[in-house]
């Protein structure tokens, strides 16, 4: 990690940056101070924000102009292809294997791997723990797949997991802490089974029973956008999370004869809703709204992707027509 600091550190006093603007993952923020003290050393000035940060989708390149920063450095997130206004530099923060605890855990539960072939992820942090598990599998004599979609073998996004999806492996390993990856394979991987590796609990468990309940919220939720009167489209001004023309959805809904609204934030929660009288919610935004938060949401909510292929798809619209 201190290298990686390090090499930016370099390419900052090549172009003679003296301020930069950091934006941070929750789970690091423990870092700031050791973190300030690395670019301070150095004579370069900081400016942490504290707006949350889930990912690389989120560029405050004209907040860190306004505070007169000439850079930005985004800790803990891998490039999203994000254009910006200032050069911003990614500090990826992966975590050194420990082996010692990775080695109780597999030996704790090895009989959890009943199944005869794996696909292996890991969110970025953790991706230097695929090789060690990979090689723990082949030496039970399991056939383990990993496949690159993003910037490291395995890695998988909250938004996006094509890594996991490998046809030959009968069910999918996930490396991480909390239960923000998993929940995005149970999600978008719709039949295999997940093991989660949880190395914050130090455990490993088959989650996909979880998924079940995530098909229910669907199907009733469907149901409800089919009965609602009026619809509130949820959008984010966030430079990656931009991803359909809102104005022409807005026109194929109101075809159904319901009343729709255009709602924009940039951070979206459910408290700013108050007060506004919809039936509905659609989220256009960071896919991740649901389901991560939908237990906070007094109105039902899916997200635009799940209406395309369970709604619109049935009525003869294809799905890149909107």
Not at 133 to 138: A, D, N
Not at 203 to 222: G, H, V
Request: charged share 30%; proline share 2%.
């Amino acid at each position: 990690m201190i290298s990686e600091f390090l090499d930016i550190i370099n390419e900052l006093k090549k172009r003679n940056i003296k301020k930069i603007f950091i934006q941070i993952s929750e789970g690091l923020k423990t870092k700031i101070e050791e973190i300030q003290k690395i670019f301070e050393e150095n004579d370069i000035d900081v400016i942490f924000s504290l707006e949350p940060t889930y990912g690389a989708c989120d560029v405050r390149d004209e907040e860190a102009k306004r505070l007169g920063c000439e850079a930005l450095i985004h800790i803990g997130h891998s490039n999203f292809g994000v254009k910006s206004s200032i050069p911003v530099f990614y500090v990826h923060y992966i975590f050194d294997v420990e082996k010692e605890k990775i080695e109780k855990i597999l030996e704790r539960y090895e009989n959890m791997f009943i199944y005869n072939s794996y696909t292996i992820v890991s969110s970025l942090q953790y991706v230097n723990y695929v090789k060690y598990v990979k090689s723990f599998l082949e030496m039970k004599n399991k056939k383990v797949y990993t496949k690159k979609v993003l910037e490291y073998e395995a890695q998988i996004l909250g938004c996006n997991v094509n890594a996991a999806k490998i046809d030959e492996a009968e069910a999918i390993i996930v490396i991480s802490e909390g239960f923000f990856y998993p929940l995005g394979l149970l999600l978008e991987i719709e039949n295999k089974p997940i093991i989660y590796i949880d190395l914050e609990k130090q455990e490993i468990r088959d989650i996909s029973f979880l998924r079940e309940k995530f098909r229910k919220i669907i199907a009733w939720n469907l149901v409800k956008f089919k009965e609602a009167k009026k619809i509130g489209l949820l959008v984010s001004w966030k430079k990656g999370q931009i991803f359909y023309d809102v104005f022409k959805i807005k026109k194929e809904i109101e075809k159904m004869g319901k009343k729709v609204y255009i709602f924009a934030f940039d951070e979206i929660v459910p408290e700013k809703l108050e007060g506004i009288s919809v039936d509905f919610l659609i989220n256009l935004a960071c896919p991740r709204i649901f389901p991560d938060d939908i237990e906070r949401y007094k109105i039902p909510l899916l997200n635009f992707s799940i209406l395309l292929k369970s709604f619109y798809e049935e009525k003869g619209v294809r799905s890149n027509s909107i």
